[in-house]
């Protein structure tokens, strides 16, 4: 089992920074792939952007050009650097783990609202 913990969210303008972080724990060893999703209201639940153990990176459109994945091994976090934000980028933002056996692990969430 991976228990993923999210903070940073919150409320900011328009062309505002936040940082995302999400801290790993449990079975971190099986962790392949860490990546965040984010669902806005009446919206699915989509892909933000996403880091492999090699830590090579896959981004959504969206996301291209504003926001950066990382991770530090270390203290077992991933966080999710996200600049010039937009009212569209207002969503729930949900931290993601699969596993070396293809299970999915999720955070609670946690809200970014974007004003305009």
């Known amino acids: 089992q991976v228990q993923l913990v999210e903070s940073g969210g919150g409320l900011v303008q328009a062309g505002g920074s936040l940082r995302l972080s999400c801290a790993a724990s449990?079975?971190?060893?099986?962790?392949?792939?860490l990546g965040w999703y984010r669902q806005a209201p009446g919206k699915q639940r989509e892909l933000v952007a996403e880091?492999?153990?090699?830590?090579?990176?896959k981004y959504a459109e969206p996301a291209k050009g504003r926001f950066t994945i990382s991770r530090d091994n270390a203290k077992n976090t991933v966080y999710l650097q996200m600049n010039n934000l937009k009212p569209e980028d207002t969503a729930v933002y949900y931290c993601?783990?699969?596993?070396?056996?293809?299970?999915?692990?999720w955070g609670q969430g946690t809200q970014v609202t974007v004003s305009s």
């Open positions: 993601h783990a699969k596993s070396n056996t293809y299970d999915n692990y």
């Open positions: 449990g079975s971190i060893f099986s962790i392949n792939l």
């Open positions: 880091i492999s153990n090699g830590v090579s990176t």
